[in-house]
């Protein structure tokens, strides 16, 4: 079945080291998403990239940063420069230029201690 | 700009009776607008979306919202309540800063649903 799965589901790190989240899909989705969800806020644009090989900033990529090397595979790392980086995050992949149409992954909730 | 009010951040119902979350947007443009439902620690599941066609949209799990653009809304009702709609919705409205290159998703900040046995 196609789909969009992150991975792990539940991630610890201590202060100071950055971590990856993955995000993979087949769908065959030119397009991938990264927002970030905290209590009160609904979700916020990190990233996004439209095709392989580029991305651009969304609303708040402070602290953070991507590749998009293949088209299936979109990961996030959070950074140390991020001063609150404990949340959920949420991974999204959509045809190109419809973001209307797009998919969400279960999301991955980091915990930085 | 374009975006998205949800006026009330929680909402508390009985099971069985009506559910109204609501949800006001601004927008330059012709909005393509959505609900999206969230479960605990979960994704974002559709529930219906609207893109300028009926303005009466019916999604899933009996779920409908209705677009009026003189009242800039798009409140999202239910008839009757059951205990498994109790979770989070977020309303969504699409925008296209780049003259529809692409598009771009902003989000009401949610609105959690408690149902009541």
């Known amino acids: 079945d196609g789909g969009i799965t992150q991975s792990p589901k539940y991630l610890f790190r201590k202060e100071g080291q950055n971590v990856t989240l993955s995000c993979e899909q087949n769908?065959?989705?030119?397009?991938m998403y990264w927002y970030r969800q905290d209590p009160g806020q609904g979700l916020r644009l990190i990233y996004y990239?439209?095709?392989?090989?580029?991305?651009q900033k969304g609303d708040i990529a402070e602290g953070y940063s991507v590749s998009r090397e293949k088209k299936e595979s979109f990961p996030l790392t959070v950074t140390s420069a991020q001063k609150n980086p404990t949340a959920f995050y949420l991974c999204?992949?959509?045809?190109?230029?419809?973001?209307?149409?797009?998919?969400f992954g279960q999301g991955t909730r980091l915990t930085v201690v | 700009a374009q975006s998205v009010t949800q006026l009330d951040s929680h909402v508390s119902v009985s099971e069985g009776t009506p559910v109204l979350l609501r949800c006001n947007y601004s927008?330059?443009?012709?909005?393509?607008l959505f609900w999206y439902v969230q479960h605990p620690n979960k994704g974002l599941q559709l529930l219906l979306k609207?893109?300028?066609?009926?303005?009466l949209v019916k999604g899933i799990n009996g779920f409908e919202a209705e677009f009026k653009k003189s009242e800039t809304s798009f409140h999202l009702t239910k008839p009757s309540a059951h205990m498994s709609d109790a979770a989070e919705y977020f309303c969504?409205?699409?925008?296209?800063?780049?003259?529809?290159?692409?598009?771009?998703?902003?989000f009401g900040t949610g609105t959690l649903l408690a149902v009541q046995p």
């Open positions: 999204a992949s959509s045809p190109p230029g419809r973001a209307l149409d797009a998919f």
């Open positions: 769908l065959n989705h030119d397009a």
């Open positions: 990239s439209q095709i392989v090989n580029d991305f």
């Open positions: 927008s330059s443009y012709s909005p393509s």
């Open positions: 609207y893109t300028s066609a009926a303005t």
């Open positions: 969504v409205v699409s925008v296209a800063p780049y003259g529809g290159a692409t598009n771009k998703l902003i």
